[in-house]
């Protein structure tokens, strides 16, 4: 399984059919940093 982080505020409505598009699926969401940051995790199922 891969995963990518990305920072939430990034996060637009038209950017969400791509990732979906590529085969991720949002995984969860995370405040870093002391704060300062909030993320938000996809994961993609690889095959080898």
Do not use: C
């Amino acid at each position: 399984m891969w995963w990518r982080r990305k920072r939430v505020a990034e996060t637009i409505p038209p950017r969400m059919p791509f990732h979906a598009a590529l085969g991720f699926s949002e995984a969860g969401d995370a405040v870093i940093h002391g704060g300062k940051n909030a993320v938000r995790y996809y994961v993609k199922q690889i095959t080898a």
